[in-house]
């Protein structure tokens, strides 16, 4: 599973100031900040070193520089600046969880985990970093499970599924621990992680966390995936029309094949550039890569992913459906785009999307989950949702919210 998500976000708006420094390291910095908020990490990284050689840095500032420097490929100097801020001030969240994210990122599992499960005892955590602690404890448990040593790999794997209720893997290798029928699965890292650095400058509107998929796609790795929706109980849903508006979907058609050698060139240059934070030419080298070869899923499917984070809604659709077309067994592009007909009020399109990933993988315990919730919010379904979220308890019995779940099925018999 790539570790890579598109876009660095602000988790709050912090105000940031470069201790008791002049006019002009004040300005460096802001000038810092204008360069990372567009995306130019090596200009943001020149102005913020200018800004703490000349005064007294501050965690805030010593974390946004290793930011800038990890989007340069920098990760040795970016380790650097995390420790610098959390010595400077050791509560520090944001440069704990960055330092978290670069030990997850190069495989230290067991010191991502530690370090997150303190992030997580702070005031106001990143809301995404139960999701990575959940990717550190199922690495740690494949490591146990390999090891035979089932009781602390099913101890992990209870520990991910807390932190993270919507972890197909852990929910996944859990059945498998106990059954010792299994191989479980795994999540590797890819070569880039983003973090989140706080500034003076409130978030984008939309800028949310994204989980990451399982595939891997030739050369390179598939850029992100959003999550289903978390477990919930399911009494507080709010009342959804399943049958309402449908998308009209391209007509399905064979896509021939054309020189994959060429398209991957295109290809990896443009994954190359969002690993960097460079947005800029990726679009254009996706679909470089796609007329070069018309079969090519991943290049569609990482092209909906970006059309997706542009807002671009239609495209996105359209390239997830290419994707489908070229490999139908495409499980993160079905789901990807299941979640964005979802987000887009096409609950029974994205319920039919939810329903065909079942159909090749009846144990994906998040999907159980997520398509009973829809089909609770409809006295008409209601049925529908019990075989779904029964099905869920016999994937995951101690999943957080099973309680919940157990007493709406007891109400609704």
């Not at 930011?67 to 100097?77: E, F, I, Q």
């Not at 991957?264 to 080298?285: C, D, P, Y």
């Amino acid at each position: 599973m790539s570790l890579t998500r598109r876009k660095l976000f602000a988790v709050a708006a912090l105000a940031v100031v470069v201790g008791a420094c002049s006019r002009t390291p004040e300005q460096q910095f802001q000038q810092g900040v204008a360069c990372y908020q567009q995306g130019q990490f090596a200009k943001a990284a020149e102005h913020l070193e200018q800004a703490v050689a000349k005064a007294t840095p501050t965690p805030q500032a010593l974390t946004l520089l290793g930011v800038c420097r990890l989007k340069t490929g920098k990760t040795d100097a970016a380790g650097r600046c995390f420790h610098e801020a959390l010595k400077l001030d050791p509560q520090y969240t944001l440069a704990r969880y960055n330092l978290a994210l670069l030990h997850l990122e190069h495989g230290q599992f067991e010191s991502a985990a530690n370090l997150l499960r303190q992030v997580l005892q702070q005031p106001n955590p990143p809301h995404d970093a139960g999701s990575w602690l959940a990717i550190a404890c199922n690495n740690l448990a494949v490591t146990a499970a390999r090891q035979r040593d089932f009781p602390r790999a099913e101890k992990l794997l209870r520990e991910a599924i807390v932190a993270d209720p919507a972890s197909v893997e852990a929910a996944t290798n859990i059945a498998a621990v106990k059954t010792r029928a299994e191989p479980v699965k795994p999540v590797t890292a890819a070569a880039t992680v983003t973090v989140v650095a706080s500034t003076n400058v409130p978030p984008k509107p939309g800028a949310t966390p994204t989980r990451t998929p399982t595939q891997v796609v030739q050369v390179a790795k598939v850029v992100t995936s959003a999550p289903p929706s978390k477990v919930k109980p399911p009494a507080p849903v709010p009342a959804v029309e399943t049958n309402g508006k449908r998308r009209v979907a391209l007509a399905p058609r064979t896509l021939a094949a054309g020189n994959r050698k060429e398209a991957l060139i295109h290809f990896n240059e443009a994954v190359k550039f969002q690993q960097q934070g460079r947005l800029t030419g990726v679009v254009e080298l996706y679909e470089k890569a796609i007329a070069a070869d018309p079969s090519f899923a991943a290049a569609y499917y990482n092209l909906g992913n970006a059309y997706r984070d542009q807002r671009q809604a239609a495209r996105a659709y359209e390239n997830y459906e290419l994707a489908l077309m070229a490999d139908t067994k495409f499980a993160d592009a079905r789901r990807n785009y299941a979640i964005l007909l979802q987000q887009q009020g096409y609950i029974a399109d994205a319920l039919d999307q939810y329903e065909t990933i079942l159909q090749q993988n009846p144990g994906d315990a998040a999907v159980h989950v997520t398509v009973a919730g829809l089909y609770a919010a409809d006295r008409s379904t209601i049925a529908r949702a019990r075989q779904h979220y029964e099905a869920y308890l016999k994937l995951v019995p101690n999943a957080p919210h099973a309680s919940e779940i157990r007493r709406w099925l007891d109400q609704n018999r």
